[in-house]
């Protein structure tokens, strides 16, 4: 069974960049993928981007594109998401979950989830 723990969310203001990661640890297999979405107050929780476990391919949402990044260090078993030019309206817990169906944005077909890092956009 694979845990998810995700950090680096903080307070800061419209126009800054954060970086935030997604250690994994436990029973991890090379097909799965892991995504990170995000959930603000009274909203769904949305699909953000996405990572094949060994890294290299990569897929976004929309609503982020151009703004944010999603990487790997293998050596760590960690995963980032950084992102830049931040908006008010980005403000937000962001979470990490692993899925077997890389390409997916589809919550329902993720699992293992963090807890949920949260970030807040000053504007």
């Known amino acids: 069974q694979v845990q998810l723990v995700e950090s680096g969310g903080r307070l800061v203001q419209a126009g800054a960049s954060l970086r935030l990661s997604c250690a994994a640890s436990?029973?991890?297999?090379?097909?799965?993928?892991v995504g990170w979405f995000r959930q603000a107050p009274g909203k769904e929780r949305d699909f953000v981007a996405g990572i094949r476990w060994s890294g290299g391919s990569t897929y976004y949402a929309d609503s982020m594109k151009g703004r944010v990044t999603i990487s790997r260090d293998s050596a760590k078993d960690t995963f980032y998401l950084q992102m830049n030019s931040l908006k008010p309206e980005d403000t937000a817990v962001y979470y990490c979950a692993v899925t077997g169906y890389y390409g997916t944005t589809d919550m329902r077909r993720f699992g293992a989830w963090g807890q949920g890092t949260q970030v807040t956009v000053s504007s």
């Open positions: 436990g029973r991890t297999f090379s097909t799965y993928a």
